[in-house]
């Protein structure tokens, strides 16, 4: 005959409490390793814009960034940055340097392609296409979001290579030559992968794709 064993009321509370740490415990490892789990993804063909010719969609691990064109003050820029969305060449390109809370940059077309990294080299790489002339504005307030062209220490020197900023920053004003802003998914940006080591990131984040807004016709 089998004896029931009933547990004492102490027994129950230490299982209950074992249940729930382990329920916590694989709740907080999920979360942990889907950095994207609480990102609001925004779908551009939901969203009505003033000028939907002017509207860049930058789709990345957790989503897309929606940028607004400034042609207005840089139409070299941002020719330029519609070119090479024309070419697809920002497709599958790291974000190779990675300020954490401060600023995110990518476009190396040369060195920066997923398949083809060079740790060496990137941030050096250029587009084919060659440099234009800075567009710096000094009446342009760089603000959380601003997208601007990356150069070297000289003026005169933006190829293909951008940066997006990730708070408010004053110093950049009438040095850098701005060609838009983040309307939407500023958060999907605070998501890529940083290094606390270095400005550069080994095996970083990589855009998936950078295309024009194209409305869908029903």
Same mark, same amino acid.
């Given at each position: ?68 064109? =400034? ?83 000289? =003026? ?63």
């Amino acid at each position: 005959m089998i004896k029931k064993i009933r547990a004492s009321l102490h027994e129950k509370l230490i299982l209950t409490f074992l249940v729930l740490l382990g329920i916590f415990a694989l709740s907080f490892t999920i979360i942990i390793k889907n950095k994207c789990l609480f990102v609001k993804n925004f779908d551009p063909q939901k969203i009505k814009f003033k000028k939907p010719n002017n509207i860049v969609v930058l789709n990345a691990e957790c989503g897309n960034v929606i940028i607004e064109l =400034y042609p207005q003050i840089s139409p070299n820029g941002v020719e330029r940055f519609k070119k090479l969305i024309s070419l697809k060449a920002y497709d599958n390109l790291a974000f190779h340097r990675v300020i954490k809370d401060k600023l995110i940059q990518a476009g190396d077309i040369e060195f920066g392609k997923k398949d083809q990294l060079d740790y060496g080299k990137i941030g050096t790489g250029k587009s084919g296409l060659g440099t234009i002339k800075s567009e710096v504005d000094t009446e342009f307030n760089f603000k959380k979001g601003t997208v601007g062209l990356a150069r070297t220490l000289k =003026y005169d020197t933006e190829d293909s290579q951008f940066f997006i900023i990730l708070e408010d920053e004053p110093l950049f004003e009438g040095e850098y030559t701005p060609i838009g802003k983040v309307i939407y998914g500023i958060k999907v940006l605070e998501k890529i992968k940083y290094s606390r080591r270095s400005e550069y990131v080994l095996r970083p984040d990589f855009i998936n794709t950078i295309r024009m807004l194209k409305y869908e016709i029903n």
